[in-house]
């Protein structure tokens, strides 16, 4: 398609358990972020990556959240060890390049780990 | 660092009156500046943007925008509300001058049409 796929759409997990999020950006574009959206909220950052290189990481909560874009396209988010304060909608975006461009919003991955 | 506030998290109007949504920012470099809309389930879709030359920007679904530096805001504004209007509206900050790429969401407002 012609827009941000996201999958699953939507994950139910217990908690403890690991998630992967998966992202398929639209073709050619170098710019990939990743956004938290809790209920009734913005979405808030969570990680960049320019192609395959993930500059900025500054918002990923803790350790148990890591991202990879290992071909400068798809990309995965993972939670390890689920908890319930992650329950969340996962955008991810992607924009032709670094500068003034907007950037595309997927559906999102509605997570709730119970 | 850079910042968005929009005041109001929610806004009802009625059906053909003026649509006013406000934001304001905060950022030590030129900023460029966004409105998305999100409808419900969906992802958000860009509204218009702001980076650089003429100030009052045009966007989709006749809505509109003013950069205005000296009071740091980037009002959303249309003129005859339509139903179809009604959502969630995110204004967001981006300076990539310095360094930074991230897009910095306001926490949004919901907008309500009243038939």
Known sequence: GAGVSQSPRYKVAKRGQDVALRCDPISGHVSLFWYQQALGQGPEFLTYFQNEAQLDKSGLPSDRFFAERPEGSVSTLKIQRTQQEDSAVYLCASSLDTLNTEAFFGQGTRLTVV | AQSVTQLGSHV????????????????????????????????????????????????????????????????LTKPSAHMSDAAEYFCAVRTPTSGTYKYIFGTGTRLKVLA
């Open chain 2, 12 to 75: 009802s109007v009625s059906e053909g009156a003026l649509v006013l949504l406000r934001c304001n920012y905060s950022s030590s470099v030129p900023p460029y500046l966004f409105w998305y809309v999100q409808y419900p389930n969906q992802g958000l879709q860009l509204l218009l943007k702001y980076t650089t030359g003429a100030t009052l920007v045009k966007g989709i679904n006749g809505f509109e925008a003013e950069f205005k530096k000296s009071e740091t805001s980037f009002h």
